[in-house]
């Protein structure tokens, strides 16, 4: 059966890429159509996608008539669908897991929304805020406990949707330059998340597009 991700412009959305990411990492076989979600053909292209998705956003997955919709659902999904390769065997470090991809869904206490992932690719991108630089730290200190508690490679130990879902984080963090000298393990693990094959794909074919500037994207 064909199976079809509608994914976004791969400087612009985050959302599609943890999905693609999470497909690519299960080897589910899958085709990919990059929708335009830049302005102003952005609002067609959407409502196209609403005409079999409810959220008329992307990613969205479809299987014939099947239709999974939120990068989240999709990456379970993707575990599911690798035969849970992607979330670890014990119950409690599984429940760490998904508290680590919950929080990250949820937006990171605000944090993703004043550094979009279109900024990592400005030329000419500010300094992170004090704030910033501060709730940075936060989140690197919970990666830091992580790496500590089990002991690397990865988050839970083995690759999961954890290292995935923070993967565009990762990447729009590091572009800021935050002072993470205090989290060597985090510093690690990000850099070994970034040599992946898959990420390292989605990454060029981003960094050769021309950047989406948003409005706020403030310069304190
Ligand atoms: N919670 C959704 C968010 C998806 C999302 O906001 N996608 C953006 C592109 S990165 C979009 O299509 N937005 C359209 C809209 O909300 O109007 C997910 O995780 O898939």
């Given at each position: 059966m064909s199976r079809i991700l509608y994914s976004g412009t791969r400087n612009a959305s985050s959302w599609a890429f943890r999905a693609w990411l999470a497909l690519r990492e299960a080897q589910v076989d899958f085709e990919e159509r990059i929708v335009d979600i830049r302005v102003p053909q952005r609002y067609d292209n959407l409502a196209r996608i609403r005409a079999f998705s409810p959220p008329g956003a992307v990613p969205?997955?479809?299987?014939?008539?099947?239709?999974?919709?939120?990068?989240?659902?999709?990456?379970?999904?993707?575990?599911?669908?690798?035969?849970?390769?992607?979330?670890?065997?014990?119950?409690?470090?599984?429940?760490?897991?998904?508290?680590?991809?919950?929080?990250?869904?949820?937006?990171?206490?605000?944090?993703?929304?004043?550094?979009?992932?279109?900024?990592?690719?400005?030329?000419?991108?500010?300094?992170?805020?004090?704030?910033e630089q501060a709730e940075t730290e936060r989140i690197a200190a919970a990666w830091e406990g992580a790496l500590q508690r089990n002991g690397g490679p990865w988050l839970c130990a083995e690759l999961s949707l954890a290292d995935l879902a923070f993967v565009p984080t990762v990447v729009r963090l590091l572009a800021h330059a935050p002072d993470l000298s205090a989290y060597p393990l985090s510093v690690e693990w990000a850099s070994r998340l970034?040599?992946?094959?898959?990420?390292?794909?989605?990454?060029?074919?981003?960094?050769?597009?021309?950047p989406v500037y948003l409005d706020d994207y403030r310069r304190d």
């Open positions: 969205v997955l479809v299987e014939g008539d099947h239709v999974v919709y939120d990068s989240l659902a999709i990456m379970e999904y993707a575990n599911d669908l690798s035969g849970g390769a992607l979330l670890p065997r014990d119950l409690a470090a599984r429940a760490t897991a998904r508290s680590l991809v919950s929080w990250q869904h949820a937006g990171l206490s605000g944090l993703c929304a004043r550094l979009s992932f279109e900024s990592a690719f400005y030329p000419d991108r500010r300094a992170m805020t004090e704030n970034l040599r992946r094959p898959a990420v390292d794909e989605w990454m060029r074919h981003a960094r050769g597009l021309p």
